[in-house]
């Protein structure tokens, strides 16, 4: 669990298969940032901690980051949050649900004392976000940005729409920054200094 001068915690569950969930409450308020094996320990967490489940995040459609999310939304009814250029992704999960709301690049919603903004990370896939909480020094960051590395890229384009993300991201998101992964450790921005050399690229 992490605290700072907000009102604020994360607690994060790793899956079976090595897969990062989290969820954020501040103020009574929760949301969970992808939703993959983990549903009876988020569940039981939310329920233990009385509040209440406002987002359901996802930084990207693939089965392994929202294969929870049908249950958890029919548990809580908490507003399904994807970016515009996921739909194709989700639709070919075959997934029944549609969006709740529609995210774009640099949109912000709300929780609690705390405000969450969106950032599109092309290059895994075409609409993978990052959620990015300055307030609270935090960056959840899913398969776009990994400790020592980044997620996997398909082909040229992939790999384009990747670079131009974490340059992205090494101008814009401060040393000090803790980078929550979709997979494997988390890190922090100042420690991966190999992003930084991307600025010459």
């Known amino acids: 669990m992490a605290k700072n001068k907000y009102d604020f915690d994360v607690r994060r569950f790793v899956s079976s298969r090595d897969k990062n969930q989290y969820l ?15 549903l009876g320990e988020i569940t039981r967490t939310v329920d233990d901690m009385a509040v ?3 987002y359901l995040l996802i930084t990207h459609a693939h089965q392994s980051h929202l294969q929870a999310l049908p249950e958890l939304k029919r548990i809580y009814d908490a507003s399904f949050c994807l970016h515009e250029y996921e739909f194709e992704l989700l639709r070919s999960m075959e997934s029944s649900l549609e969006p709740d709301q529609v995210l774009n690049d640099e949109d912000k919603l709300r929780l609690g004392d705390i405000e969450i903004e969106v950032l599109l990370t092309a290059g895994h896939t075409k609409g993978s976000c990052c959620y990015y909480i300055p307030g609270a020094d935090a960056l959840f960051s899913g398969s776009t940005f990994l ?7 398909w082909g040229p384009k992939s790999m384009s729409l990747m670079l131009f993300s974490l340059k992205r991201l090494s101008y814009n998101i401060p040393a ?3 980078i929550y992964t979709g997979s494997g450790d988390l890190t922090r921005m100042g420690d991966e200094g190999w992003i930084q050399c991307l600025r010459s690229v």
């Open 52 to 54: 209440s489940l406002k």
């Open 176 to 178: 000090n920054t803790t």
């Open 147 to 153: 400790k020592r590395g980044y997620g996997k890229i």
């Open 24 to 38: 954020l409450v501040s103020r009574g308020e929760a949301a969970v940032i992808d939703v993959s094996d983990s």
